[in-house]
């Protein structure tokens, strides 16, 4: 079984310049997220998606963050423009369940690690 | 605030050395406790689930238990293959959220 497939892995870019990461997530799973781990830190959620709705997306900094997951498969997330601080890894995940099915099993991707300059 | 603590932040072991791993946590109604694995480069790679005080679960030289307050990863005999950074999470049962929140994990590297 494939698994949740990102891209790019890697990116260096300048500040206020902007950048896409996008996701293929696990086929057949419905809710898919995006976690951003800053270097010695855990992943912290950025946004829930169950299939196109967006679930949670209380901690999406919406000024400069925008993310999409257009017919329920795969996403992007932008980052425009970007800051020096958001500069870390973008993970994304991809479950089965939901709601109260969900048992806290997220199958991640292996990031995209994004450095700003 | 939903909060997870992780001790220590790292520790070195001798092969075969066994020790444990400790998670407190503060949650406005537990509905999970989670841990997983994380190796360098890679995404966290889910481990267990324990949803109330209590319970433990298994999986090879690992053994994961809970409290009310607290979460324990026993690792016993443990390998070099065991080095990685073991993270925690919570879910809480209240509020419309489902979202996990991390703890920001142990470095733990065996030595051969």
């Known amino acids: 079984e494939a698994g949740v497939a990102q891209s790019p892995r890697y990116k260096i870019i300048e500040k206020r310049q902007s950048v896409a990461f996008w996701c293929n997530p696990i086929?057949?799973?419905?809710?898919l997220y995006w976690y951003q781990q800053i270097l010695g830190q855990g992943p912290k959620l950025l946004i829930q998606?169950?299939?196109?709705?967006?679930?949670?997306d209380s901690q999406l900094p919406k000024d400069r963050f925008s993310a999409e997951r257009l017919k329920g498969v795969d996403s992007t997330l932008k980052i425009q423009p970007a800051k020096l601080e958001d500069s870390a890894v973008y993970l994304c995940a991809s479950s089965l369940d939901s709601g109260l099915l969900n048992t806290g099993e997220l199958f991640f991707g292996e990031g995209s690690r994004l450095t700003v300059l | 605030e939903d909060q997870v603590t992780q001790s220590p932040e790292a520790l070195r072991l001798q092969e075969g050395e066994s020790s444990s791993l400790n998670c407190s946590y503060t949650v406005s109604g537990l509905r999970g406790l989670f841990w997983y694995r994380q190796d360098p480069g890679k995404g966290p790679e889910f481990l267990f689930t324990l949803y109330s005080a209590g319970e433990e679960k298994e999986k090879e030289r690992l053994k994961a238990t809970l409290t009310k307050k607290e979460s324990f990863l026993h690792i016993t005999a443990p390998k070099p293959e065991d080095s990685a950074t073991y993270l925690c999470?919570?879910?809480?049962?209240?509020?419309?959220?489902?979202?996990?929140?991390f703890g920001k994990g142990t470095k733990l590297t065996v030595n051969p």
């Open positions: 999470a919570v879910q809480a049962a209240q509020g419309g959220s489902e979202k996990l929140v």
């Open positions: 998606f169950q299939n196109n709705g967006v679930v949670d």
């Open positions: 086929s057949g799973h419905a809710t």
